[in-house]
Protein backbone atom coordinates (compact mmCIF):
# COMPACT_ATOMS: atom_id res chain seq x y z
CA UNK A 1 0.00 0.00 0.00
CA UNK A 2 0.97 3.21 -0.55
CA UNK A 3 -0.26 6.82 -0.98
CA UNK A 4 -1.03 6.98 -4.28
CA UNK A 5 -3.74 4.37 -3.60
CA UNK A 6 -5.52 5.91 -0.75
CA UNK A 7 -8.63 7.57 -1.63
CA UNK A 8 -11.67 8.54 0.77
CA UNK A 9 -14.77 6.07 2.06
CA UNK A 10 -17.44 5.67 -0.73
CA UNK A 11 -20.01 7.97 -0.05
CA UNK A 12 -17.84 10.11 1.86
CA UNK A 13 -17.40 13.19 -1.04
CA UNK A 14 -20.21 14.47 -2.62
CA UNK A 15 -20.51 16.00 -6.27
CA UNK A 16 -20.92 20.10 -5.35
CA UNK A 17 -24.93 21.01 -6.23
CA UNK A 18 -24.55 23.53 -9.33
CA UNK A 19 -27.53 25.18 -8.78
CA UNK A 20 -29.37 27.72 -11.18
CA UNK A 21 -28.54 26.10 -14.14
CA UNK A 22 -31.32 25.11 -15.99
CA UNK A 23 -33.35 21.96 -16.00
CA UNK A 24 -30.81 19.94 -17.08
CA UNK A 25 -28.91 20.12 -13.79
CA UNK A 26 -31.61 17.83 -12.03
CA UNK A 27 -32.33 21.23 -9.69
CA UNK A 28 -34.05 23.09 -12.35
CA UNK A 29 -36.64 26.06 -12.28
CA UNK A 30 -36.36 26.74 -8.68
CA UNK A 31 -33.16 25.48 -7.98
CA UNK A 32 -34.24 22.98 -4.96
CA UNK A 33 -35.91 25.66 -3.15
CA UNK A 34 -39.46 24.36 -3.55
CA UNK A 35 -42.20 26.82 -5.15
CA UNK A 36 -41.85 30.71 -4.35
CA UNK A 37 -43.01 31.72 -0.65
CA UNK A 38 -40.78 33.65 1.71
CA UNK A 39 -38.66 30.64 1.89
CA UNK A 40 -37.64 30.87 -1.37
CA UNK A 41 -36.06 34.15 -1.26
CA UNK A 42 -32.60 34.80 -0.40
CA UNK A 43 -32.18 36.77 3.10
CA UNK A 44 -34.80 34.54 4.62
CA UNK A 45 -34.00 33.76 8.54
CA UNK A 46 -36.37 31.48 9.72
CA UNK A 47 -38.17 33.69 12.81
CA UNK A 48 -38.42 32.92 16.43
CA UNK A 49 -42.08 31.47 16.38
CA UNK A 50 -43.80 30.26 19.58
CA UNK A 51 -47.05 29.08 18.10
CA UNK A 52 -49.81 30.84 20.14
CA UNK A 53 -48.52 31.54 23.63
CA UNK A 54 -47.76 34.99 24.92
CA UNK A 55 -44.55 35.62 23.19
CA UNK A 56 -41.65 36.38 25.83
CA UNK A 57 -41.02 39.92 24.91
CA UNK A 58 -44.74 40.34 26.45
CA UNK A 59 -44.42 38.01 29.65
CA UNK A 60 -41.28 39.62 31.03
CA UNK A 61 -41.84 42.96 32.37
CA UNK A 62 -40.03 45.93 31.62
CA UNK A 63 -37.45 47.59 34.07
CA UNK A 64 -34.75 49.69 34.48
CA UNK A 65 -34.23 53.32 33.68
CA UNK A 66 -31.23 55.47 32.17
CA UNK A 67 -31.66 58.91 32.41
CA UNK A 68 -31.24 61.19 29.43
CA UNK A 69 -29.13 64.25 31.37
CA UNK A 70 -27.13 61.79 33.40
CA UNK A 71 -23.48 63.40 34.34
CA UNK A 72 -20.58 61.31 33.35
CA UNK A 73 -18.11 60.94 36.21
CA UNK A 74 -14.39 60.16 36.62
CA UNK A 75 -13.77 58.19 39.14
CA UNK A 76 -9.85 59.07 40.67
CA UNK A 77 -8.40 56.86 43.59
CA UNK A 78 -6.23 58.05 46.90
CA UNK A 79 -4.03 55.65 45.21
CA UNK A 80 -3.35 57.05 41.98
CA UNK A 81 -2.83 60.69 43.60
CA UNK A 82 -0.36 59.43 45.90
CA UNK A 83 1.52 57.73 43.07
CA UNK A 84 0.94 61.56 40.96
CA UNK A 85 2.53 63.40 44.39
CA UNK A 86 5.76 60.47 44.61
CA UNK A 87 6.02 61.82 40.62
CA UNK A 88 5.85 65.16 40.84
CA UNK A 89 3.45 66.11 38.95
CA UNK A 90 1.33 67.90 41.73
CA UNK A 91 1.96 69.77 44.36
CA UNK A 92 -0.21 70.04 47.90
CA UNK A 93 -3.00 71.54 46.01
CA UNK A 94 -4.98 69.80 43.29
CA UNK A 95 -7.86 71.00 41.23
CA UNK A 96 -10.55 70.18 39.36
CA UNK A 97 -8.35 71.20 36.10
CA UNK A 98 -5.45 68.81 37.54
CA UNK A 99 -7.92 65.98 37.83
CA UNK A 100 -8.92 66.47 34.23
CA UNK A 101 -5.13 66.83 32.56
CA UNK A 102 -3.70 64.20 34.55
CA UNK A 103 -6.60 61.23 33.66
CA UNK A 104 -6.57 62.42 30.25
CA UNK A 105 -10.54 62.51 30.77
CA UNK A 106 -10.88 65.99 28.72
CA UNK A 107 -14.65 64.91 28.04
CA UNK A 108 -15.23 64.09 31.68
CA UNK A 109 -17.14 67.17 33.68
CA UNK A 110 -17.22 65.56 36.98
CA UNK A 111 -14.81 63.79 39.42
CA UNK A 112 -14.93 61.94 42.36
CA UNK A 113 -12.31 60.75 44.58
CA UNK A 114 -12.34 57.15 45.67
CA UNK A 115 -10.28 56.11 48.82
CA UNK A 116 -8.22 52.70 47.26
CA UNK A 117 -5.04 52.85 48.23
CA UNK A 118 -3.44 54.68 50.92
CA UNK A 119 -2.60 58.49 50.89
CA UNK A 120 0.50 59.40 53.06
CA UNK A 121 1.18 63.35 52.09
CA UNK A 122 -1.33 66.29 53.24
CA UNK A 123 -2.93 67.70 50.30
CA UNK A 124 -6.18 69.85 49.49
CA UNK A 125 -8.34 68.26 46.76
CA UNK A 126 -11.21 70.06 44.94
CA UNK A 127 -13.56 67.63 43.18
CA UNK A 128 -17.36 67.07 42.94
CA UNK A 129 -17.72 64.47 45.24
CA UNK A 130 -15.84 62.30 47.69
CA UNK A 131 -15.95 58.62 48.78
CA UNK A 132 -16.72 58.22 52.52
CA UNK A 133 -13.51 56.26 53.19
CA UNK A 134 -11.58 58.54 50.38
CA UNK A 135 -12.47 61.65 53.10
CA UNK A 136 -11.14 59.99 56.20
CA UNK A 137 -8.04 58.75 54.36
CA UNK A 138 -7.28 62.39 53.32
CA UNK A 139 -7.76 64.21 56.75
CA UNK A 140 -6.05 61.82 58.56
CA UNK A 141 -3.20 62.46 56.48
CA UNK A 142 -3.42 65.79 57.22
CA UNK A 143 -5.18 67.22 54.07
CA UNK A 144 -8.46 68.98 53.35
CA UNK A 145 -11.03 67.88 51.08
CA UNK A 146 -13.34 70.80 49.06
CA UNK A 147 -16.03 70.04 47.95
CA UNK A 148 -16.93 71.77 43.82
CA UNK A 149 -20.41 72.25 42.54
CA UNK A 150 -20.06 73.43 39.22
CA UNK A 151 -18.55 72.09 36.23
CA UNK A 152 -15.37 73.76 34.39
CA UNK A 153 -17.63 75.29 32.01
CA UNK A 154 -20.10 76.46 34.36
CA UNK A 155 -17.37 78.31 36.25
CA UNK A 156 -15.88 79.93 33.39
CA UNK A 157 -19.25 81.59 32.58
CA UNK A 158 -19.67 82.66 36.18
CA UNK A 159 -19.04 86.56 35.74
CA UNK A 160 -17.17 88.71 38.19
CA UNK A 161 -15.73 86.02 40.02
CA UNK A 162 -12.05 84.33 39.63
CA UNK A 163 -11.33 80.94 38.23
CA UNK A 164 -11.16 78.85 41.48
CA UNK A 165 -13.95 80.67 43.48
CA UNK A 166 -16.06 80.06 40.74
CA UNK A 167 -15.30 76.47 40.92
CA UNK A 168 -16.57 76.46 44.80
CA UNK A 169 -19.72 78.65 44.90
CA UNK A 170 -23.05 76.23 44.96
CA UNK A 171 -25.36 77.15 41.93
CA UNK A 172 -28.14 79.56 42.52
CA UNK A 173 -31.30 78.02 43.59
CA UNK A 174 -34.02 79.02 41.59
CA UNK A 175 -37.07 79.75 43.79
CA UNK A 176 -40.45 79.25 42.17
CA UNK A 177 -43.62 82.09 43.66
CA UNK A 178 -47.01 80.79 43.37
CA UNK A 179 -49.59 83.30 42.23
CA UNK A 180 -52.53 84.26 43.71
CA UNK A 181 -55.57 83.04 42.12
CA UNK A 182 -58.02 85.43 41.40
CA UNK A 183 -61.77 85.18 42.42
CA UNK A 184 -64.65 84.75 40.14
CA UNK A 185 -67.12 86.92 40.42
CA UNK A 186 -70.60 85.73 39.18
Known amino acids: MDLSSLSPAKGA ?42 PIYRRLPKFGFTPPNQKA ?64 KITAAGGKIVKAYRTLEEAAKVNGLPFEEALLTPKAKVVKVKKAKKSVKS
Open 73 to 136: VACVNVAQIQMWIEKGLIGEEISVLDLKHLCNASNQEYFKVLGNGELTSAVTITAHSFSKSAEE
Open 13 to 54: VKARKRVGRGPGSGNGTTAGKGNKGQQARSGYQRPIAEGGQM
